[in-house]
């Protein structure tokens, strides 16, 4: 099983879901409604955020502060 969120605030699987709040399908339930063939879910991805603003160690030193 894996999470997934819907774009817009609709009924999924017969219970109704909100946007931006993740639950679980399986494979099976999210094939018709993810992509590439649907548009209704997507999956929920874990993005851990980077203290150097995604910036690699030497464009993190050269970043230069807002004037």
Do not use: H
């Not at 851990?48 to 995604?54: A, I, M, Q, W």
């Amino acid at each position: 099983m894996k999470n997934y969120c819907v774009r817009i605030a609709c009924e999924v699987l017969g219970v109704w879901r909100e946007k931006d709040k993740p639950f679980q399908l399986t494979d099976k339930q999210a094939e018709n409604l993810a992509p590439p063939f649907g548009n209704v879910v997507f999956p929920v991805t874990e993005q851990e955020e980077s203290p150097d603003g995604g910036f690699d160690g030497p464009k993190c030193r050269d970043r230069r502060a807002a004037q």
